[in-house]
């Protein structure tokens, strides 16, 4: 096959091969898509569950953000596993299995009898499965397929996810409304079961092969170099800064997403409105997951970084300012800048770790860098539980997640290799 068309994507447009290797990439990265709405959605719905699972077991706010808090760790120790199960095992046993443990994990909790059980099932089990099913396969899946408009599937791949909020906050919401939590959680329980089921039929050996001009070009590219390893890239300052961005981004937006909706109805809001408004926090990071990709290709992943994590700032401003009158307006101000900035920064890191770590474990290695994001997460999570216990209030929780986004603005901007020019090509040597 001739050589990738750096200007047309993952095959080259001009034979029929080439249109056939486009259609198989974006068939790839459509199905990816698809199963991270779904991972997401399903994971990111405890925010709805919150306050009908706190009533049932009679359990304080510090207590039920620890299950988030635990879900968000478990999420960053499994990251570099999971992301080693893909690059050994391939993607039909890693997404099998994801799927398998996800589906269980939440059946099983629908018949929970106390709270410990919903730690173990929602946030051990279903971290396991989110991570084996989420953005870490598709983004190994998506760099075996795009060469030149890798930043772009990464922002769709991405966007994925936020769509997954969008969809599934309001449709969990009415599940409860209309049978109540435990049958919620026996329904997205099935949803993963049916989509095993049905993943079963894919052909997954062509999937898993990717592009022939893609790794063609990568393997040349790493000709003459040492393949990157975890090992390796643990010795190198991108990797540090890298995770360090997940990990305080993740603070920061989970400071703020778990008791979103509580915090709303809180406020006085109709608390379907308060879910429909969650759920439109996720349609509104679509567009900036997508942009992010597509500016960072122009402008450099630093000044995309400086508008996002301005931006982030700014709706966390506007969202503390909810109950002080006109709610509507500070909270489409909220879901206007912070909701759009979420989730940004992960296209910008997935496309850096790419770039820098090209060839080798990489999928490994991008596992490595999420698990900033987990301990942020839990952090984040926990934190805002144990400061609103603590405070009676939000304001702290507001204050720790814009330190965090302050905090990984500060990285973008000191750190030399987060700029996007300066590309590191072999990995050091033993």
Request: charged content about 10%; overall charge positive; glycine content about 16%.
């Amino acid at each position: 096959m001739p050589p990738t068309d750096q200007r047309s994507g993952p095959g080259t447009a001009g034979t029929h091969g080439g249109v056939d290797t486009r259609r198989a990439a974006l068939a790839v990265l459509a199905l990816c898509t698809t199963i991270n709405v779904v991972s997401r959605g399903v994971g990111e719905s405890f925010a709805v569950f919150l306050l009908p699972v706190a009533e049932a077991f009679e359990a304080d706010r510090g207590a039920l953000t620890g299950i988030y808090g635990l879900y968000m760790l478990a999420v960053g120790l499994m990251s570099p596993i999971a992301g080693t199960a893909f690059d050994r095992l391939g993607p039909r046993l890693t997404y099998g299995i994801g799927l398998s443990v996800f589906g269980l994990a939440y059946l099983l909790a629908g018949s929970a009898s106390a709270l410990w059980q919903i730690y173990l099932l929602v946030g051990l089990g279903g971290a396991v499965g989110a991570s084996l099913i989420g953005m870490l396969p598709a983004s190994g899946l998506a760099s075996r397929w795009f060469q030149a408009g890798l930043p772009v599937a990464m922002g769709v791949l991405s966007a994925s996810l936020g769509v997954g909020i969008l969809l599934f906050a309001p449709l969990v919401h009415a599940l409860i409304e209309a049978f109540g939590w435990r049958a919620a959680y026996r329904a997205l329980g099935g949803l993963m079961i049916a989509v095993l089921v049905l993943s079963t039929v894919l052909p997954w050996r062509r999937i898993a092969a990717g592009s022939p001009a893609v790794v063609a070009a990568r393997r040349d590219a790493a000709v003459g170099t040492q393949a990157w390893s975890l090992r390796r890239a643990l010795r190198t300052p991108v990797f540090w800064a890298l995770f360090a961005v997940m990990f305080f981004t993740s603070m920061s937006t989970y400071a703020v997403a778990p008791q979103l909706v509580a915090y709303l109805v809180d406020a006085g809001l109709p608390p379907l409105r308060a879910a429909s408004i969650y759920g439109t926090v996720g349609l509104m990071s679509i567009v900036g997951m997508v942009a992010a990709g597509a500016l960072a290709q122009r402008f450099g992943e630093r000044r995309v970084a400086m508008l996002s994590y301005g931006s982030t700032i700014a709706g966390v401003g506007a969202l503390a300012l909810v109950p002080q009158g006109s709610p509507m307006l500070f909270a489409g101000a909220f879901v206007l800048l912070f909701g759009t900035m979420q989730g940004s920064r992960g296209p910008l890191v997935a496309v850096l770790s790419a770039r820098h770590f090209a060839g080798g474990a990489q999928t490994g290695i991008f596992g490595g860098i999420l698990f900033g994001m987990g301990t942020g997460g839990a952090l984040g999570a926990w934190g805002s539980g144990a400061l609103f216990d603590l405070t009676g209030g939000y304001g702290a929780s507001f204050v720790l997640s814009a330190a965090g986004a302050a905090c990984g603005l500060f990285l973008f901007l000191r750190v030399p290799g987060l700029g996007g020019p300066q590309i590191r090509r072999t990995a050091p040597a033993d």
